[in-house]
């Protein structure tokens, strides 16, 4: 699974719109062969075979294979902000802000069990090359954060760990949450969401709210 293209068709030129179906072939046939062989075991003249593309053709668009896990991983956040918003176009304006971050969890959680099949041979060695490693995901941070400032404002949080903070802690528990959920094959899809759902409950304490759901 990989990013579709959202261009329609005669938005682009000829040749841009050939670019573009270049690099998603490149992707989408790397990352077929990260869930068939692994990434280690995959070469550059393996993906560029696969997507019936030149050696060179692949160095146009990407300058080490690293770069594929990088591109997968932008698409897989922008999939998660998507849905994150779709959660709240449909959420009560009355609900808690708790229910919300609530909500925002559940659905990391689904997405992830959903895709766990491309995420673990994807996100694994991901985890492991990238610098620094499990990187902050700044755009979900600020979205706890934004959450977490509006409870504070109207009386649901307290103040005393910033909405800044507050946000960054729940977004690095997800992301550690996912590394080891990728690191155990063993580990079953119900503990990855339980381990969101404790992670949730640890930081909305923190800033005392309740751990219990509000309705």
Known sequence: MGPEITERPGALGRRAQGKLLARRRLLD???????????????????????????????????????????????????????????????????????????????????????????????????????????????????????????????EFTTEVSAAEAGRILSDLYLAALRRWCGESDRPDEAFADDLAAALTVVLRGVGAAGRSDH
């Open 29 to 155: 046939s790397a990352v077929d062969l990260f869930v068939e062989k692994g990434y280690d075991s995959t070469k550059i003249d393996d993906i560029a075979q696969r997507a019936g593309l030149a050696r060179a053709t692949f160095f146009k668009h990407f300058q080490h294979k690293q770069d594929l896990l990088e591109e997968w991983s932008a698409w897989h956040r922008d999939r998660v902000e998507r849905a994150l918003d779709a959660e709240d176009a449909a959420r009560a304006a009355h609900d808690t802000h708790a229910n919300r971050l609530r909500s925002y969890v559940n659905t990391l959680a689904g997405i992830c069990v959903a895709e766990r099949s491309i995420l673990v041979p994807v996100l694994t060695p991901w985890f492991r090359l990238s610098h620094p490693p499990a990187r902050d995901d700044c755009t979900l941070a600020a979205r706890f954060a934004d959450v977490f400032e509006a409870g504070m404002k109207a009386g």
